[in-house]
């Protein structure tokens, strides 16, 4: 019978094979394609008493980094909602009264 050892080091063995490294264009192309990755090929862990996938090891590399703007249909992004979130980040802030203004989720 295999131990959860034995059982955790296949699963790790299996993705070390598989998440040597990626490329892809840009971050839209990297993220839709690691979400992929993930679901197809991530192992199923316990984090905060939730279940969801992980994929260890993984290396990403972007063939075009300047291409920053994540666009990913059916998401919804607002660049400027990200400007400004980067800029409250940035500014160490911590009022998320001001982020809300452009960012109506950030009190979620």
């Not at 034995?6 to 690691?34: H, P, W």
């Not at 993984?58 to 075009?64: A, E, G, I, P, S």
């Not at 998320?96 to 009190?107: E, F, G, H, N, T």
């Amino acid at each position: 019978m295999s131990s959860d050892y034995d059982v955790y080091t296949n699963e790790l063995n299996k993705q070390r094979e598989f998440c040597a490294m990626s490329t892809y264009r840009n971050i839209s192309f990297a993220t839709a394609g690691s979400v992929v990755d993930v679901l197809e090929h991530g192992s199923n862990v316990v984090v905060r008493g939730k279940a969801t996938r992980e994929l260890v090891g993984r290396v990403t590399t972007l063939d075009q980094p300047l291409e920053r703007y994540l666009f990913l249909p059916k998401r919804h992004n607002d660049v400027f909602a990200q400007f400004a979130e980067a800029m409250w980040v940035l500014a160490g802030r911590n009022d998320i009264s001001w982020l809300a203004r452009y960012l109506p989720r950030a009190p979620d």
